[in-house]
T-cell receptor
Framework: ETGVTQSPTHLIKTRGQQVTLRCSSQSGHNTVSWYQQALGQGPQFIFQYYREEENGRGNFPPRFSGLQFPNYSSELNVNALELDDSALYLC??????????FGSGTRLTVV | RKEVEQDPGPFNVPEGATVAFNCTYSNSASQSFFWYRQDCRKEPKLLMSVYSSGNEDGRFTAQLNRASQYISLLIRDSKLSDSATYLCVVRPNDYKLSFGAGTTVTVRA
C-alpha cells in the first residue's frame, strides 16, 4: 500500500511569486485535504477536494487554490506569496470522511 | 475563541512517570475526536480515536467529556520514545479536522 507522497519536500520562494505543491493520495483514497502548519501552531484546514470538486474551505484567501485530478492526486497553488505563507503544508488523503493519512509535507519558506 | 485549545506545556517528566493533559473544544456539534502525535518537523500521525466511554490503547488512555467539551490524554509508564507534540483534534463537520496547537511532552532518562 502506497502512502501519501508530497513534492517538493522543501522550497524557497520570493515574496510575490507563485508556487504549486503536489500530493499523491494513498491507494484507495478518493478525498484530499490540505493544511497549513505555521511554526508552533497546529495544522489549519485550507480546503478539501472530493471527486475533483472543492467541497469545503477554511479561512484562507482566494489566492490559495487547488485542483484534484481523476487519479485523486492534487495540487495546491498559492499566488502572490507573502512572508506569512512560510509554513509546512500538509496533504492528507482519506476515503470520504474516514481515516486520514498525512504526507510528510512541503516546507515552504518565503523570503 | 479558538476551535480547539490545549495547554502547550512543555511537560518534562522522568521515564516511568505518568503524564496527563487535556484540551477543550468550542463546537458542541462535533462528533469525532482524536489524539495525533507529531514528532519534530514530521507529519502528524494518528495516536488514537477518543470515544464517549473512554478508551485505552496500551499505556495511553483517552477520555471525552461532551458536557464540558473536554478531552484528555493520559500516558502511563512514560518511555523516552513518547517525547513528541500531542495534537488534540476534533472533527466539527464532514470535511475538516480542527487541530489544537499541541502539547509538548519530553521524557527524560
Amino acid at each position: 500500500e502506497t502512502g501519501v507522497t508530497q513534492s517538493p519536500t522543501h522550497l524557497i520562494k520570493t515574496r510575490g511569486q507563485q508556487v504549486t505543491l503536489r500530493c499523491s493520495s494513498q491507494s484507495g483514497h478518493n478525498t484530499v485535504s490540505w493544511y497549513q502548519q505555521a511554526l508552533g501552531q497546529g495544522p489549519q484546514f485550507i480546503f478539501q477536494y472530493y471527486r475533483e470538486e472543492e467541497n469545503g474551505r477554511g479561512n484562507f484567501p482566494p489566492r490559495f487554490s487547488g485542483l484534484q485530478f481523476p487519479n485523486y492526486s492534487s495540487e495546491l497553488n498559492v499566488n502572490a506569496l507573502e512572508l506569512d505563507d512560510s509554513a509546512l503544508y500538509l496533504c492528507a488523503s482519506s476515503q470520504g470522511a474516514a481515516g486520514y493519512t498525512f504526507g510528510s509535507g512541503t516546507r515552504l519558506t518565503v523570503v | 475563541r479558538k476551535e480547539v485549545e490545549q495547554d502547550p506545556g512543555p511537560f518534562n517528566v522522568p521515564e516511568g512517570a505518568t503524564v496527563a493533559f487535556n484540551c477543550t473544544y468550542s463546537n458542541s456539534a462535533s462528533q469525532s475526536f482524536f489524539w495525533y502525535r507529531q514528532d519534530c518537523r514530521k507529519e502528524p500521525k494518528l495516536l488514537m480515536s477518543v470515544y464517549s466511554s473512554g478508551n485505552e490503547d496500551g499505556r495511553f488512555t483517552a477520555q471525552l467529556n461532551r458536557a464540558s467539551q473536554y478531552i484528555s490524554l493520559l500516558i502511563r509508564d512514560s518511555k523516552l520514545s513518547d517525547s513528541a507534540t500531542y495534537l488534540c483534534v476534533v472533527r466539527p463537520n464532514d470535511y475538516k479536522l480542527s487541530f489544537g496547537a499541541g502539547t509538548t511532552v519530553t521524557v527524560r532518562a
